[in-house]
Every structure is written in structure tokens, then in C-alpha cells.
């Protein structure tokens, strides 16, 4: 009877052992990559639109100068 509970508790121990590095191990080190890729995104998309807002603070500054004759282009309706 003691050789099977010895071949018993090797069997449970392998099967942890699977269980562990086979499944948790990986599905910890897929989680902990996706969210640091997630953070990654955010952050560019943070940075673009703060880098946007720059822009069109520069942008409306200078428009809110009167605008040049030459920016406008004459016309004349062909029918």
C-alpha cells in the first residue's frame, strides 16, 4: 500500500507541476505583455493628442491675426 501512495502523491505532484508551468505561468506572462502593450498605445495616444493641441494652439493663434488678401482667390462663375 505505500508504493501507491507514494506513486499517488508523484502523480499529484506531477500534475501541478503541468498545471502550473504549462498553464498558469504563460497565461500570467500573456496578461502582463498585453497590458504593458495597452499602456504603450495609451501613452502614444496621450502624447499625439497632446502634440495635436500644441498644434491647433499655434494654429489659432496665428489665424486670429487679420488674413492676407493673397489667401483668397477670385472667382468667376462659369455657366
Not at 493628442?49 to 493663434?61: A, E, F, L, N, V
Amino acid at each position: 500500500m505505500n508504493i501507491f501512495k507514494i506513486i499517488f502523491e508523484l502523480f499529484i505532484l506531477y500534475i501541478l507541476y503541468k498545471v502550473i508551468f504549462d498553464f498558469i505561468i504563460p497565461v500570467y506572462q500573456a496578461t502582463r505583455q498585453m497590458k504593458q502593450k495597452m499602456n504603450d498605445m495609451q501613452n502614444r495616444m496621450n502624447s499625439r493628442q497632446q502634440q495635436g493641441q500644441d498644434h491647433r494652439t499655434t494654429h489659432t493663434s496665428t489665424s486670429v491675426n487679420k488674413p492676407n488678401r493673397t489667401d483668397y482667390i477670385d472667382f468667376e462663375e462659369i455657366k
